[in-house]
């Protein structure tokens, strides 16, 4: 099924092109959050045991695919911006659930701390709250290959870390896709990074006690970047969450094999269909009214 596309605005003044995949026995929504530079094209695999579940609401950041060209891009965004922004869609929207990928995570977490009414759930993927060796490693070859926009290193540091357990064909299209962005999108990337690095947590641990809803934090096993075992570490400071961990995985999950997506599959409904406790009945906040596209 083809989506309905529009171009909306949120956070003041940013236009974010967005896909929503209607499901007519849904009774929920979901939005899902990209990583860096991504599109929605990188939740294709997703998409495909959602939507026969969900209403699925998919966006590209306004520096990034069809929101591109309809934003200036004078200077980077903040992860609060992006933040601000997601506010903005589960409003518009009408999301019940929440699904993060990588650097999305971030943004995610920080829109999450806010208390949004409407958001019962949320996913946290491929994410961890401390930054280990081999990430350091990959984020400062990257800030290097960054500055000196050195296009087919940077889209080769990726495929040979983070996607190294991803499909030759994947490989492709992410070589050709990363170095071939824009200048600004470089930026971004850089920008990204250099928050990372300074302060060296991807994450500001002090708001995440604030988040109340139940978090599934999903990691493939493989994954040295992301791992498991840190991202176990949210334990200490979110109230309510849970941790699933891919067998024979990697950092991009369902997109890497069958048996990936299948795994994904389980993880993600059986968490999202899986009835509240008394407990997080007590917790949610009234949901207000909000307009659907």
């Not at 939507?51 to 200036?72: I, M, R, T």
């Amino acid at each position: 099924m083809k989506p309905a596309t529009a171009i909306v605005t949120a956070h003041r003044h940013y236009q974010v092109y967005t896909e929503f995949y209607a499901c007519p026995a849904a009774r929920k929504t979901i939005l899902l959050v990209n990583g860096s530079l991504a599109t929605t094209a990188a939740f294709a695999q997703t998409i495909k045991y959602l939507q026969p579940q969900f209403n699925v609401v998919l966006y590209d950041q306004p520096y990034a695919g069809q929101s591109k060209p309809h934003n200036s891009h004078q200077q980077p965004l903040r992860k609060e911006d992006e933040a601000e922004i997601l506010l903005d869609l589960i409003e518009l929207f009408g999301a019940d659930y929440l699904l993060s990928f990588s650097w999305g995570g971030a943004c995610a977490l920080l829109a999450l701390a806010q208390a949004p009414a409407r958001i019962e759930k949320a996913i946290i993927s491929s994410f961890t709250p401390r930054l280990n060796a081999p990430m350091l490693d990959y984020l400062e070859q990257g800030r290097r290959y960054l500055h000196n926009l050195e296009r087919e290193n940077i889209a080769q540091l990726v495929n040979n870390t983070l996607g190294k357990y991803l499909p030759s064909l994947f490989k492709r299209h992410n070589q050709r896709h990363i170095s071939g962005l824009a200048v600004h999108e470089y930026r971004q990337m850089h920008a990204h990074i250099e928050h990372l690095l300074s302060p060296p947590e991807p994450c500001d641990n002090r708001y995440l006690s604030r988040i109340e809803i139940p978090l599934l934090f999903v990691n493939g096993e493989h994954d040295e970047y992301t791992s498991p075992d840190d991202a176990r570490l949210f334990a200490e400071h979110v109230p309510d969450c849970q941790f699933s961990t891919l067998r024979n995985t990697g950092h991009f999950l369902d997109m890497e094999h069958k048996g990936a997506w299948l795994q994904a599959q389980q993880a993600l409904l059986g968490f999202l269909q899986a009835a509240p406790t008394a407990q997080q009945h007590h917790h949610r906040p009234q949901a207000i009214n909000s307009m659907a596209v």
